[in-house]
């Protein structure tokens, strides 16, 4: 079983910039990829950005050129730079860890306000 604690977040205005990291334990042995999720009041979880083991990050199409998704294999954490941020970024953001065997964990989310 996989762990994964969240931190970072929080409000920013238009243009700015914030980051989450993500921190895994547990069973890491089996995850092949980490990533992020978000999701907004009446909408369905989408996917933020992810990389797999050895892996190059891929990104969604609404956050390629301001977000970058980083992996420290050491730490066992992923961390998400966010840059540029609009108010469409406002969601909760889940940090996601899959197994070889797809199976996902997902972390106790972390609130993005874009505001001004």
């Known amino acids: 079983q996989v762990q994964l604690v969240e931190s970072g977040g929080g409000l920013v205005q238009p243009g700015g910039s914030l980051g989450l990291s993500c921190a895994a334990s547990?069973?890491?042995?089996?995850?092949?990829?980490m990533g992020w999720f978000r999701q907004s009041p009446g909408k369905q979880r989408e996917l933020v950005a992810v990389?797999?083991?050895?892996?190059?990050?891929n990104y969604a199409d609404s956050v390629k050129g301001r977000f970058t998704l980083s992996r420290d294999n050491a730490k066992d954490t992923v961390y998400l730079q966010m840059n540029s941020l609009k108010s469409d970024d406002t969601a909760i953001y889940y940090c996601?860890?899959?197994?070889?065997?797809?199976?996902?964990?997902w972390g106790q989310g972390t609130q993005v306000t874009v505001s001004s």
């Open positions: 996601n860890a899959r197994t070889y065997w797809d199976y996902d964990s």
């Open positions: 990389i797999t083991s050895g892996g190059s990050p």
């Open positions: 547990g069973s890491i042995f089996n995850i092949n990829a």
